[in-house]
C-alpha cells in the first residue's frame, strides 16, 4: 500500500466526528472512552450495548476488539496480542463478501472502526505514542507521508544527520 500523496497536505486531512447518537435509546454523546466501555461507539453505555447485542453488533468488530489488550483508560497504549509484521504493527486478516483474503494493518484498523471513518489511500494512520502495535485510536491521527516524517524527526526516530542534510536541503531550495 502506497503511503505517499505529494498532492495532499496536513490541511486537507480529514478529522473525524466524534458526536454519536446512541443506536439503542437516542442520546447523543461523545466518543470518550474505550470501545469496550461505550459499545463500539455505537450505544453511549455499556447497557445500551448489551441490550442491543449481539444481533447489531457486526462480527468484525467482535472479532478485531478481541485481539487487542484494551486498558481502562484511553491514556495508556491498547497493544495488539495478534499477528505482528517485520516493523511490529499489528496485522489481520479479513474476507470480503466474495470471500477474498484482505490483509488490513490493525492499528489503521482500530482508527477507522473506533471513529467510523475511512483512512484516505495515501495517507498514513500515524502513532503519537510511537508503538507500532498499540491499537489505541486516541493514539493515532491521520497524516501524510511528511507529517509522519517530521514526527519521526522529532522524536528522534530518524537520526539528526538525516535531519540535518533535509534542513540543508530545504533551505538551498529557498
Ligand atoms: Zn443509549
Ligand atoms: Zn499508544
Redesign the pocket.
Known amino acids: 500500500m502506497a503511503d505517499e500523496n505529494p498532492t495532499l497536505d496536513s490541511t486537507e486531512v480529514p478529522k473525524p466526528d466524534l458526536n454519536r447518537i446512541c443506536e439503542q435509546c437516542g442520546r447523543e454523546f461523545v466518543l470518550a472512552r474505550p470501545p469496550s466501555k461505550q459499545g463500539h461507539g455505537r450505544w453511549c453505555s455499556k447497557s445500551c450495548a448489551a441490550k442491543a447485542r449481539p444481533k447489531q453488533l457486526i462480527p468484525i468488530e467482535w472479532r478485531f476488539w478481541r485481539s487487542v489488550n484494551i486498558a481502562r483508560s484511553v491514556k ?3 497493544p495488539w496480542t495478534g499477528a505482528r509484521d517485520a516493523k511490529g504493527y499489528g496485522h489481520i486478516t479479513l474476507f470480503d463478501s466474495q470471500g477474498r483474503k484482505i490483509g488490513r494493518s490493525a492499528h489503521r484498523l482500530a482508527f477507522e472502526l473506533a471513529f467510523d471513518t475511512v483512512v484516505p489511500d495515501g495517507l498514513c494512520a500515524c ?5 507500532p502495535s ?1 491499537c ?1 485510536p486516541w ?2 491521527f491521520i497524516g501524510t507521508y511528511s507529517d509522519n516524517m517530521r514526527d519521526s524527526v522529532q522524536k528522534g526516530r530518524i537520526g539528526n544527520e538525516a535531519f540535518r542534510e533535509q534542513k540543508r536541503r530545504e533551505k538551498q531550495e529557498k
Open positions: 495508556k497504549c491498547w502513532h503519537h505514542c510511537d508503538n498499540c489505541n493514539h493515532i
